[in-house]
């Protein structure tokens, strides 16, 4: 996606936020957009207060002074605003292609609202042609890796499994663990997928987003789009 279609989903995500709101903040470089917007509406007075989805997106809110709290300190947040990796009809998503998706959506169900800021390149018919971001514990990884193949198998879903950064220098998310993506093609249902991978005790949480977003803001070229839902 271009910078400018980042920018400009940014850009309409931020009418969504409301002066005094304790707000959910996203990770990815469109993400990366929005705190960069926020950070100049701050600048003219507005008075949110953040908890970031990662350490890189509490890294850029400190640089560029976004106020940030921890999730402990407000547990109950107004609004997320986060990128995607696929959004769907119905607005399920794939995330965790930034490897952020545990604090996401962690974060994401600690909201009253998700708004997930997109291009047109990201919405598909049918979740999966992005490699299905499994965040798994280090300990037991190729038991968790062949209980991940069978319950995926399971349900008809077959295809390669890969650690990220391979195994000499594996990516370990903020949560010290790894991640497994899945290029299962399409899957077909989410919800069944989602218990399958929640049923391996190795698996730490995955990376399909299932009725959790409350609007998805989409930018293209052609001008933008908001679809609603109502969660
Ligand atoms: C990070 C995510 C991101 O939101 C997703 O990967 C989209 O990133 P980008 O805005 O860079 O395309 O889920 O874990």
Redesign the pocket.
Same mark, same amino acid.
């Given at each position: 996606?271009s910078r400018d279609l980042?920018i400009a989903a940014a850009r309409e995500a931020l009418g969504f936020v409301e002066d005094g709101m304790k707000l959910g903040i996203? !990770?990815?470089? !469109?993400?990366d957009e929005f705190i960069r917007l926020l950070a100049e509406k701050i600048k003219d007075g507005l008075n949110i207060v953040g908890v970031p989805t990662s350490e890189r997106t509490a890294s850029l809110c400190d640089e560029l002074g976004v106020p940030l709290a921890t999730l402990e300190e407000m547990p109950q947040l107004d609004l997320t605003v986060?990128?995607?990796?696929e959004v769907d009809r119905k607005l399920d998503l794939i995330?965790?292609?930034?490897?952020?998706?545990l604090r996401?959506k962690i974060v994401a169900a600690a909201s009253q609202r998700m708004v997930v800021i997109a291009d047109s390149s990201k919405m598909v018919d049918v979740l999966g042609a992005f490699p299905l971001p499994i965040e798994v514990n280090r300990f037991g990884l190729t038991a968790t890796r062949i209980a991940v193949e069978r319950a995926s198998g399971a349900l008809g879903l077959a295809g390669e499994i890969r650690l990220r950064g391979g195994e000499d220098s594996p990516f370990v998310t903020d949560g010290g663990h790894l991640i497994l993506d899945a290029s299962f093609g399409r899957i077909r249902d989410a919800s069944a997928l989602s218990t399958a991978l929640l049923g391996v005790p190795g698996v730490v949480q995955h990376?399909l987003f299932i009725g959790m977003a409350s609007a998805v803001v989409i930018a293209r070229p052609a001008g933008i789009e908001v679809k609603s839902s109502n969660r």
């Open positions: 996606m980042k996203g !990770t990815g470089s !469109t993400a986060d990128g995607a990796d995330k965790g292609g930034g490897g952020a998706l996401e990376g």
